[in-house]
C-alpha cells in the first residue's frame, strides 16, 4: 500500500513538473512573440497609467474568480511512450491560458459569420502579413477589431489603434504642407503677374499682336469691324422691311467709309473719327436689339465672306493681265525715243554720216558680242555698261540684230553716240534670207492656224482670259518674234567666229567680261550660271515629263541654267550639230505636248550634258522679280538680270533695283530729253 502512494505521489510530481515546464515555455514564447512584434516600434504604452491599464486588460482577460478552484484535466505523453492523465487547478495556470466556454464558442462563431455588406466592401491593403484578418473602423476614441484577431492580444489591439491614428495624423499633416505649397505657388504667381510689362511680353504671342504697336491702328480696325457689322445687319434688316433702321445703317457706313477715307492707321484718321465711331456703335446697339439672330448673322457673314473671296480671285486674274500688259507694252517715251531717233536717220545726208568699221567684224582675237533686241534704250545700256568696264575697249566688238521697225533707229543712236573705240555692227533680222520657214521649224509653228488661235482668239473679259498668270506669260508678243529664237542659229548669224558671248537687253554688265574668253569648258558648248537651289528650276519645272519621250531622255533632277550671259564656242557648236538638236525637238513639239513656248525649255533640251556651269558670280539674276536679294551678291556681280515683269525702264521697276540701271543711260542726250526720258 505505501508502495502504491509512493508511486502515485511520484506521478503527481511528475505531472506538476511537467504542467510547470510547459506554462514557462508559453510564457518565454509569448514574451518573446510580444518583444518580436515590438520591435521597431515606439512604445505603446510608455507612462504609468498605460501600463496599469494595461495590466487590468490582462489579468480580465485571463480566468474569472469563479473558475479558479477547478482542477483541470491534462492529458501528456509519458517520457516512456504511454499517454498519462493528470489534473491541475485553474489558479496554478498563468495569465496567458484562456478560459473559453462553449456558450463564448457560440458567441464567436456568430460574430465570425460574415455579412453581405462585409463581402461586399472591398478588401484593404495592408502592411503586414499578420495584418490581413484586421478590420479595423476607428471613430474618435473607440475602435472596433474584428473576430479574427484574438482578444487575448490588447498590444497588438492597441498598436493598430495607434499606427491607424499615426497614418490619419501623416495624411493631416501631408495636405497641409500641399495646401500651403499651393498658397505659395499661388501668391509668386500672382506677385510675377503685377511685375510682368504686358505690353512688352505681347509682341512674343502670336494672338496678340495689337501689342506690336500699340497706338498703330486700333481705332482703324474697329472702325472697319464696324462697317462691316453695319453691312450685314443692313441686309437683314431690308430683308424684314425695316427700311428706316436700313437707311441709318447705310448711311452710318458710307459716314464712316468717307471718315477713314485712305487711311493706313489712326495716325491718318481725321479728328472727327472717334464721334462717328461712337455714332456707328449706337446704330449697331439699336440693330442688335431688333436684328440680332445668331444664325442668321452667323449665315449672312459667311455669304460675305464668299462673296470677297470671289472678288479677290477676280481681281488677282484681272491684275495679272493688267501686270503682263504693262510689263510687253512700250512705254510712250521709249516709243517717242525711237520714233525720233527713225526721223532723224531718214533726214537727207544724215545716213551716210555713220560708217561702221567692217575689218573688226570677223576677227576672231577680238571680244565679240550678240544681242538681240528691239529696245533702243535698253540695248544703249547693255554696250555703255560693258564699254564702262572693259580694259581694252579697242577690242569689243557688238554685234546687234533687231528689227526693220528699229533697225534705223538702232543705228543713228550709234552713229551719233559711238561707244568709245569699240566697233558696233546694227543688222536687220529681215535680211538673212535663210531664215525661213523651210528651214525653221519654229516659224512654220508660228503661222500655223492653231498658233495663230492661241494668240489672238482672247476672250474680251481679262478675268476670264486664263485659269493663271502661266497662261498669260505665255501670250507675251515676244515668242511670235524670231529675234528670241535667233540665238539657236549664232553659228549661221556669224560663221567665221569661234566664241561668242550673248547677252540680253535688260542686263547690266559692272566688271570686266574678258576673263570669259579664256574660261576652259571642257569641250561644252554653253557656259552658263546654274540657277537650281535645292528643288527650284530643275528641269521638271520647265519640261513635261508626264510624257514618255521627255521622261525617257531626260532627268527630272537635272540642274536648270539661265540665258541672259552666255558663252558659246561656235567651234564646238558645229561638231556637235546643235541647231540640228534644237531643230529635232522643236518638230516634236508641235502640239507644244513637250513643253509651253519660251526659248530656256527648248534650250534646256539642246545643249543637255553640253552645259558648263559658270561661278555665280558672273551672273545674278531676280532683278526683275524679287526684292529680297542679297545686297553683296548684287554689287558683287558681273553681270545683273533684270529678269521677270519689272523691267528697270519701266514704272513697275523695283525700285532700290533701278539705280543700277539708270547710271547708264545718258539722260543728257537731246533724244531723251525732248522725249522726257527722265531718272
Known amino acids: 500500500m505505501v508502495l502504491r502512494l509512493r508511486r502515485f505521489s511520484t506521478s503527481i510530481f511528475a505531472i506538476i513538473v511537467c504542467v510547470s515546464l510547459v506554462v514557462t515555455g508559453s510564457i ?147 495636405m497641409k504642407e500641399d495646401k500651403e505649397m499651393d498658397a505659395q505657388m499661388e501668391k509668386a504667381a500672382i506677385e510675377r503677374a503685377e511685375e510682368m510689362d504686358t505690353t512688352y511680353m505681347g509682341k512674343y504671342s502670336i494672338w496678340r499682336r495689337d501689342y506690336e504697336n500699340p497706338n498703330s491702328d486700333s481705332t482703324l480696325k474697329l472702325m472697319r469691324d464696324q462697317i462691316i457689322m453695319a453691312k450685314a445687319y443692313a441686309t437683314i434688316a431690308k430683308a424684314k422691311n425695316e427700311s428706316i433702321l436700313y437707311e441709318s445703317l447705310m448711311k452710318s457706313t458710307k459716314d464712316s467709309t468717307r471718315v477713314i477715307g485712305e487711311a493706313n492707321s489712326d495716325a491718318d484718321l481725321q479728328p472727327s473719327v472717334l464721334d462717328q465711331a461712337m455714332t456707328m456703335g ?76 567692217k575689218d573688226k567684224l570677223e576677227d576672231s582675237s577680238l571680244y565679240h558680242y550678240a544681242i538681240f533686241s528691239d529696245n533702243v534704250l535698253a540695248t544703249t545700256v547693255v554696250v555703255n555698261s560693258t564699254i564702262v568696264h572693259a580694259n581694252e575697249p579697242e577690242k569689243h566688238v557688238f554685234h546687234i540684230v533687231t528689227d526693220k521697225l528699229n533697225v534705223a533707229a538702232m543705228k543713228m543712236w550709234f552713229f551719233d553716240n559711238p561707244p568709245d573705240n569699240a566697233t558696233v555692227e546694227v543688222l536687220n533680222i529681215d535680211d538673212f534670207k535663210w531664215l525661213n520657214s523651210s528651214y525653221c521649224p519654229v516659224l512654220r509653228q508660228l503661222e500655223s492656224s492653231r498658233m495663230k488661235e492661241f494668240y489672238f482668239k482672247v476672250n474680251s473679259n481679262p478675268a476670264t482670259l486664263s485659269t493663271g498668270s502661266d497662261q498669260l506669260k505665255y501670250r507675251n508678243p515676244k515668242y511670235l518674234s524670231m529675234l528670241n529664237h535667233l540665238r539657236f542659229y549664232l553659228p549661221e548669224v556669224y560663221p567665221k567666229l569661234d566664241k561668242i558671248l550673248f547677252l540680253d537687253d535688260d542686263i547690266v554688265v559692272q566688271k570686266d567680261l574678258t576673263p570669259l574668253w579664256s574660261t576652259d569648258m571642257k569641250g561644252m558648248v554653253n557656259g552658263a550660271v546654274e540657277t537650281c537651289k535645292e528643288s527650284f528650276h530643275r528641269f521638271d519645272k520647265y519640261l513635261n515629263f508626264s510624257n514618255p519621250l521627255i521622261s525617257q531622255n531626260f532627268d527630272p533632277n537635272a540642274c536648270g541654267w539661265a540665258y541672259g550671259m552666255n558663252m558659246f564656242d561656235l567651234k564646238e557648236w558645229k561638231k556637235q550639230n546643235i541647231t540640228g538638236i534644237y531643230h529635232h525637238w522643236q518638230e516634236l513639239n508641235e502640239d507644244r505636248a513637250l513643253w509651253k513656248l519660251g526659248t530656256l525649255p527648248p534650250g534646256l533640251i539642246t545643249f543637255y550634258n553640253l552645259t558648263y556651269p559658270l561661278d555665280r558670280s558672273w551672273h545674278v539674276l531676280g532683278l526683275g522679280y524679287d526684292p529680297a536679294l542679297n545686297q553683296t551678291a548684287i554689287e558683287n556681280a558681273a553681270v545683273v538680270h533684270y529678269n521677270g515683269n519689272y ?33
Open 647 to 679: 523691267k528697270p525702264w519701266l514704272d513697275l521697276a523695283i525700285a532700290k533695283y533701278k539705280s543700277y540701271w539708270s547710271r547708264y543711260v545718258m539722260f543728257h542726250s537731246p533724244y531723251l530729253q525732248l522725249c522726257n526720258v527722265a531718272e
Open 282 to 357: 449706337e446704330m449697331l446697339s439699336l440693330a442688335k436689339e431688333k436684328l440680332h439672330d445668331c444664325l442668321v448673322l452667323a449665315r449672312k457673314l459667311r455669304a460675305m465672306v464668299q462673296i470677297t473671296e470671289d472678288n479677290v480671285n477676280a481681281l488677282k486674274k484681272q491684275s495679272a493681265f493688267l501686270i503682263q500688259l504693262a510689263a510687253k507694252t512700250i512705254p510712250q517715251p521709249l516709243h517717242c525715243f525711237s520714233q525720233l531717233l527713225t526721223a532723224n536717220y531718214f533726214l537727207p545726208g544724215r545716213a551716210k554720216e555713220g560708217i561702221f568699221t
Open 28 to 174: 518565454l514564447v509569448k514574451a518573446q512573440t510580444m518583444q518580436r512584434d515590438r520591435g521597431g516600434y515606439p512604445l505603446l504604452c510608455d507612462c504609468e497609467q498605460c501600463n496599469r491599464k494595461q495590466d487590468q486588460l490582462v489579468s480580465t482577460s485571463a480566468f474569472p474568480d469563479e473558475f479558479k478552484d477547478i482542477d483541470i484535466m491534462v492529458t501528456y505523453s509519458h517520457p516512456s511512450g504511454d499517454v498519462r492523465v493528470g489534473s491541475v487547478r485553474a489558479r496554478d495556470l498563468s495569465a496567458s491560458w484562456v478560459w473559453q466556454t462553449p456558450t463564448s464558442q457560440l458567441d464567436d462563431h456568430t460574430k465570425s459569420s460574415p455579412k453581405l455588406e462585409d463581402l461586399l466592401e472591398p478588401i484593404p491593403r495592408q502592411e503586414d502579413s499578420t495584418e490581413h484578418n484586421i478590420k479595423a473602423n476607428i471613430t474618435g476614441e473607440s475602435a472596433y477589431i474584428s473576430p479574427d484577431f484574438s482578444s487575448s492580444d490588447p498590444i497588438k489591439h492597441q498598436r493598430q489603434i495607434l499606427r491607424r491614428r499615426r497614418r490619419e495624423l501623416r495624411a493631416a499633416e501631408l
